[in-house]
């Protein structure tokens, strides 16, 4: 069951990856900017401090919990965290930043995270995943999130994060494709071809729909990094006869010109008897080619 819910889809900052380390020889100021934000982030979780938790978002970011509903804007934030905060009592946040890359305005992050955690007077907890932060930058030069996505990386359920759980189906778009029109065609197209794999149970045509260095973040399992890890991944995942129906909608918050990202939901029916279905968010970092084509840069999907 674990592989059909795999769809397409204070600090310690000690060791960072190899990557990491070139990444910051590169751009030292980038990301030192962002490892000094992580930090505040980790102390203002630690102390319970949402005021200035909040303040590390722009106005109109796009937050995406495991087992909860994509928010959209700083005011629902803030109410999302007062009510974690109220219920748990975060102990650590640590993150492992992989890579920071600047795109136009903005800052790509990935990486993994780590939470120790403690509710009433439960023992403590460890919540540990991957995570993908789109910072933007403002006229001052001071980085901000836009976007922010993460999921475990092994099996949990909704019990198992350190916040309280919601309707991943909730704050959906309105229509399937939220877009641009002039985008919309290529989108389309593309999602086409995914569903399509999908159903078909095709995992070579789902990971021939993302870049030679894309990274997938899926449901319950680790980074897979470059085509590599992707294709076998996919290959493994997917397989005839075990799905049914797949719905995606998406809403777009930037296009550079060569990166678009969106926020998605998915809602899946699979092959069996009783038809059971589940539903998912994911937030889609997509790249264009100079064909107009659109490819998966790096994708985060959870339940």
């Given at each position: 069951?674990?592989t059909?819910?795999?769809?397409?889809?204070?600090?310690?900052?000690?060791?960072?990856?190899?990557f990491a380390?070139?990444l910051?020889?590169?751009?030292p100021?980038?990301?030192l900017?962002v490892?000094?934000r992580?930090?505040?982030?980790?102390?203002?979780l630690?102390?319970g401090?949402?005021?200035?938790?909040s303040?590390?978002?722009t106005v109109?970011?796009?937050y995406?919990?495991e087992?909860?509903p994509t928010?959209n804007?700083?005011?629902?934030?803030?109410d999302?965290y007062?009510?974690w905060l109220k219920?748990?009592r975060?102990i650590?946040?640590?993150?492992?930043?992989?890579?920071?890359?600047?795109?136009s305005?903005?800052?790509?992050?990935t990486?993994?995270?780590?939470?120790?955690?403690?509710m009433g007077?439960?023992?403590d907890r460890e919540?540990?995943g991957?995570?993908?932060v789109?910072?933007k930058?403002d006229q001052?030069?001071?980085?901000?999130?836009?976007a922010?996505?993460?999921?475990?990386?092994?099996?949990v359920?909704?019990?198992?994060?350190p916040?309280?759980?919601?309707?991943v189906?909730?704050?959906q778009?309105t229509?399937d494709f939220?877009?641009?029109?002039?985008?919309k065609?290529?989108l389309?197209?593309?999602?086409?071809?995914v569903?399509?794999g999908?159903?078909?149970?095709d995992?070579a045509?789902?990971?021939?729909?993302?870049?030679?260095?894309?990274?997938?973040m899926?449901?319950f399992?680790?980074?897979?990094?470059?085509?590599?890890?992707i294709?076998?991944y996919m290959?493994?995942?997917y397989?005839p006869?075990?799905?049914?129906y797949?719905?995606?909608?998406?809403?777009?918050?930037?296009?550079?010109?060569?990166?678009?990202?969106?926020t998605g939901?998915f809602?899946?029916?699979l092959?069996?008897?009783?038809?059971?279905?589940f539903?998912g968010?994911?937030?889609n970092?997509?790249?264009?080619?100079?064909?107009?084509?659109l490819?998966m840069?790096?994708?985060?999907?959870?339940?």
């Open positions: 069951m674990k059909l819910y795999v769809l397409f889809c204070v600090c310690i900052f000690g060791q960072q990856s190899i380390e070139k910051f020889n590169k751009n100021a980038d990301y900017a490892q000094t992580n930090k505040q982030i980790a102390v203002d630690i102390k401090d949402v005021g200035s938790l303040r590390l978002y109109d970011c796009s995406l919990p087992f909860g928010i804007g700083r005011v629902r934030l803030s999302f007062r009510t219920n748990s975060i650590t946040y640590s993150k492992s930043i992989y890579e920071v890359e600047p795109i305005n903005y800052l790509l992050e990486g993994n995270l780590t939470i120790h955690y403690k007077l439960d023992a919540y540990r991957k995570y993908m789109i910072w930058r001052a030069g001071q980085i901000n999130i836009y922010e996505a993460f999921g475990a990386d092994h099996q359920d909704a019990t198992d994060v916040y309280p759980a919601g309707d189906s909730a704050n778009p229509e939220m877009v641009r029109q002039t985008l065609p290529a389309q197209d593309y999602d086409k071809k569903v399509s999908v159903v078909a149970g995992g045509s789902r990971a021939a729909g993302f870049t030679n260095d894309g990274i997938y899926p449901h399992d680790p980074m897979q990094i470059g085509m590599k890890a294709r076998p290959l493994k995942t397989y006869h075990t799905i049914s797949v719905k995606d909608t998406f809403r777009e918050l930037f296009d550079t010109g060569t990166f678009i990202l969106l939901h809602h899946v029916i092959n069996n008897p009783g038809k059971t279905s539903d968010n994911m937030l970092l997509m790249k264009r080619g100079n064909d107009g084509k490819l840069y790096r994708q985060l999907a959870h339940n």
